[in-house]
């Protein structure tokens, strides 16, 4: 069965300073995975996914993530915060060319200190 | 597009209570799913539907619980009889194809 992790629960960081907010999978197939960001109040948005092509993937808002086969990572990164940036993040795992499910981690939320 | 789209954003109803969650998907999405949302248990999947017909519902939590898709517009989630524990965030997804789910905005459902 597939799983994800993340590790914190919560992140601060500083206005301007790295991003790093950590996705660990386990899945017995080639998965696909996803960070969503959902923001106060509001649904879940797509931020990037990998579907087994390039390892390191970029999205939105000038987040990217890095598709570690032998760690089964997929953290999320991005080189300066900005204030907007506060929210909480979900990583998500499906099977590639199989099942249709998404499974979610527990959420990171973000903060972002002035 | 408008997005997926839910209604109602909040609903308060009393233990007992029928409740009836309602969503229309994206135009041309072919798959529906309905999501739970708590500060215990996460992001849970309800149910999905492909081309309107439910696929697989072994997340709905109880037989209290029941959601249709008559057309490949509209979906209900059903609650009846509604409890406490019911509280939660119910979110509507759609998606065609290409993998990536798009979210509602969700309703905030409190059972008193």
């Known amino acids: 069965a597939q799983s994800v992790t993340q590790l914190g629960s919560h992140v601060s960081v500083s206005e301007g300073a790295l991003v790093l907010l950590r996705c660990n999978y386990s899945s017995s197939v080639p998965p696909y995975l996803f960070w969503y960001v959902q923001y106060p109040n509001q649904g879940l948005q797509l931020l990037l996914k990998y579907t087994s092509a390039a390892t390191l993937v970029k999205g939105i808002n000038g987040f990217e993530a890095e598709f570690k086969k032998s760690e089964t990572s997929f953290h999320l990164t991005k080189p300066s915060a900005h204030m907007s940036d506060a929210a909480e993040y979900f990583c998500a795992v499906s099977e590639e060319g199989g099942s249709e499910k998404l499974v979610f981690g527990k959420g990171t939320k973000l903060t972002v200190n002035p | 597009d408008a997005g997926v789209i839910q209604s109602p954003r909040h609903e308060v109803t009393e233990m007992g209570q029928e409740v009836t969650l309602r969503c229309k998907p994206i135009s041309g999405h072919d798959y529906l799913f309905w999501y739970r949302q708590t500060m215990m248990r996460g992001l849970e999947l309800l149910i999905y539907f492909n081309n309107n017909v439910p696929i697989d519902d072994s997340g709905m939590p109880e037989d209290r619980f029941s959601a249709k898709m008559p057309n490949a517009s509209f979906s209900t989630l059903k609650i009846q009889p509604s409890e406490p524990r019911d509280s939660a965030v119910y979110f509507c997804?759609?998606?065609?194809?290409?993998?990536?789910?798009?979210f509602g905005p969700g309703t905030r459902l409190t059972v008193t």
């Open positions: 997804a759609s998606r065609y194809r290409a993998y990536e789910q798009y």
